[in-house]
DNA sequence: TATGAATGAGTGTTCATTCAT
DNA sequence: TATGAATGAACACTCATTCAT
C-alpha cells in the first residue's frame, strides 16, 4: 500500500504538479481513504522528501559507480555521467520531472539537504573536468566549474522536451552532446 | 501602483513560489486591500500571465534584432544569442526564475500560448545552427535539433545557480560557454 | 441618467436577480461609472424600493379609478380589477418580475411599506366581493377573504408565465379567469 | 448531521433567502465548522437543488396517486389536486417557500430539471381538466390550458399568506376554492 | 456631474491534518 | 490496518460603498 501510494502520487504530482494534487486525489485514485494516506506518510512534504530523496540516492550511487572506476580516462568518465544523467530523465521521466519541479516545496531544511546531494552530482562532474585538464585531456584555459554548469544544465534541461518515444534514444542524445562538448561544432 | 503591485509580486513569487504567495502576501507588503489589487488585475493568474509575456516579449525583440542582422556570421549569432539569453538571466534575475519556475501554474490556453513564444526562441537558435551548417561554418555530423536544445539547456539552467554578485559577469559566462560550444574542451 | 440607471437595472434585475447583479453590472450596461450610480441612488436597496414604490404607486392609482367608479357593479369591478392586474404584468412583464421576486431583498422598514400598499391591493378586491354580496350578485356562503386571495393568487402567478407573444391576450386571459369566477367551470 | 444541516439550512433560506444565508450561518447553527458542510454537501448549490428535488419528488408521488384513482371522477381529481397542492403548503410550509423562491439560484442545467418537474403538475392538471370537458363534467368553452394555470395560481399563490395557525385550515381553503372553481361566485 | 482609486467585510470553497473507532 | 467524521486556517475572489478630485 506504502509504495502503491508512493507511486500514484508521483503520477499525480507530475501531471498536475505537487501543489494542485491534494491528499483526496491520491486516495481517491487507490480507493482508499486520507486516513490510509496519514497511516503510512507523516505528511505530505514528507512524502515529497521521499522521492527526492530516492531519485537522489540513485543518481549518486550510479555517479559513484563512474567516479571510481579507473578503467576509465577522464573524457570517458564525462561521456559515462552525461549518458547516466540523460538515461535517468528517460527511464524515469516522471520521477525526473516531479524532482527537478517541485524541489521548492519541501521546507527549508529539506531543501538544503537535497540541495547538498545535488551538490555532490555537480562537483562530481567538476573534479573530474578538473582532473582531465591536469592529466592533459582537456584544455586548462576554461573554467571547470562553469564548464560542468554548462554540461549540466544541457543535460538537466532536457527533462524539459525529452521524449523516450522521440526521434533520438538517449544514448543518442548523449553521444551528440558528448561529441560537441569534446570536440565543438565548429568545423 | 499597478506596476507596483507587478514588481512587488514577482519579488514574492521568486522567495516563495506561485502557489505559496497568497493575495494578502502581495498587498499586505504594499499596505493596501485586496480590493487593490483586483482593481488592477482581473486575477492571480492573469497577473501571472502578464510577467509570463512581458519576458517573453523582451527575449524575442532581442533575438529578432539579433538574427536580422546581416552584418554577423552564423557562429557570432550563436554568440550573440547565448549573451542574450544568460544577460537577461543575470539583469532580470528575479524575472527570469519566476519565469522559468512558475510556467506551470498558467492555465491551458496561456500555457499553450507561451510555450509557441519560448518555441520561437529555440527555433530561433536551430535556425541558426542549420544556417551555419550550411555554410559550411559548422560540422555538418551533428544534429542541429539536438545541438540547439542541448545550447540552451546550457543557459536557460543558469537561472538555477547564476549569481550576479559572483566570480563571473554573464560575459565572461558567455565567453566560455561559446567557446566550449565551438571547439569543444578536448585539448 | 437616473432614468437610465433605473431601467437598465430592472432589466438586469429580471434577467439575473437582485442579489447576482452587481453595481459594476449596471454601470457597464451604461458605459459609466460606479461614482455615477451614487450620485443618483444613494443605496442599492433605495434603487430596489423605488423600482417597488413605482410598480405600486400605479396599481393603487389604477384600482382607485375602478373602485370609486359609480357606473359599474361589482361582478363588472371583479372584471375591471382582474383585467387591470393581468394587464400590468403583461405590459410591465419586466417590472412585474423584479417587483414579485425581489420584494425579499428590502430591509424590514421598506418591506414593511411596500407590504402595507400590497395589502390595499387585496382589501380592495375583498371589499368588492362583500360589496357583491351584500348586493346579492355574489354566493354569500364563500368566504370572500379567501374568494380574494384565490383570485389574487390565479392574477399574480400569472407572472410566472404570461407571455406577450404567447397565444392569449391579457384581455383573453382575463375574460377566461373572470368567467371560471363567476360561473366556475363545471357545466 | 447530513440531515442536521439539511433542516438548518432550509429554516435559513426561508428567513433570509438563499443568497442572504451564508455557509458560516448555517454551520454557526449548528455549532461545526465549514469543512463540515463541505463533507457532507458538495456546494451550497447542490444543497438547495436537493431541497427542491425532495419537495418536488413528494408532490409528484402524490400526483400520481391522484391522477391514477379510478374511484375517482374528475371533478373530485380537481379536488384532490388542489387540497394536495395547499396541504403540502401547509404542512411543509418552510420548505415550499423555499422551493417557490429560491428556484432562480440553480444553475441553468438544475433549473430545467425543475422547472420539467414543475411542468408534470401543470400538465397533470391541465390533463383532468381536458378529460373533464371530453366526459361533459366541465364546460367545453374555457380553455383547459388557462382554467388549469388560474387554478394552480391560486393555491400556489396561497404559500404568501396560507398560515397554519390561522383561521381557515388547508381542508377547508380548499373546499371553498373547489366550490368557486366549480360553480363561480355568481348567485 | 462624473471619475477612479481604494476599502473592508464577506463569500463559497479547499485541504492538510487529526483522531476516535 | 483502515475508516470517516470533523476541524480550522487559508484561499481567490466579489462587491457595496466612500471620497478626493
Redesign the interface.
Known amino acids: 500500500m506504502k509504495q502503491k501510494i508512493y507511486e500514484t502520487s508521483i503520477a499525480l504530482f507530475e501531471k498536475a ?1 505537487f ?2 494534487t491534494s491528499i483526496q486525489d491520491i486516495v481517491n485514485c487507490l480507493g482508499v481513504t486520507k486516513g490510509t494516506f496519514y497511516y503510512y506518510f507523516q505528511s505530505k512534504e514528507q512524502l515529497l522528501m521521499n522521492i527526492h530523496l530516492d531519485y537522489m540516492e540513485r543518481l549518486l550511487t550510479q555517479q559513484h559507480e563512474i567516479l571510481r572506476n579507473e578503467t576509465l580516462d577522464n ?1 570517458a568518465k564525462v561521456y559515462e555521467l552525461v549518458y547516466m544523467l540523460l538515461r535517468n530523465i528517460e527511464t524515469q521521466g516522471t520521477n525526473a520531472r516531479v524532482f527537478f ?1 517541485e524541489m ?2 519541501l521546507n527549508k531544511e529539506n531543501l538544503e539537504f537535497i540541495k547538498g546531494k545535488r551538490d555532490q552530482i555537480r562537483t562530481g562532474m567538476t573534479d573530474v ?1 578538473k582532473a ?1 585538464i591536469k592529466e ?4 586548462k584555459d ?2 571547470p566549474e ?2 560542468a ?10 527533462y524539459n ?1 525529452f521524449n523516450p518515444e522521440g526521434e ?1 534514444s538517449d544514448q543518442e ?1 548523449a553521444r ?2 558528448i ?9
Open positions: 504538479g501543489s494542485n573524457r519541479r521548492r516545496h573536468i582531465g592533459g585531456e582537456f584544455r576554461l573554467n562553469i564548464v554548469l554548462g554540461i549540466l544544465g544541457a543535460c538537466n534541461w532536457s522536451w533520438f542524445v551528440i552532446y561529441d560537441m562538448i569534446l570536440h565543438g561544432i565548429e568545423t
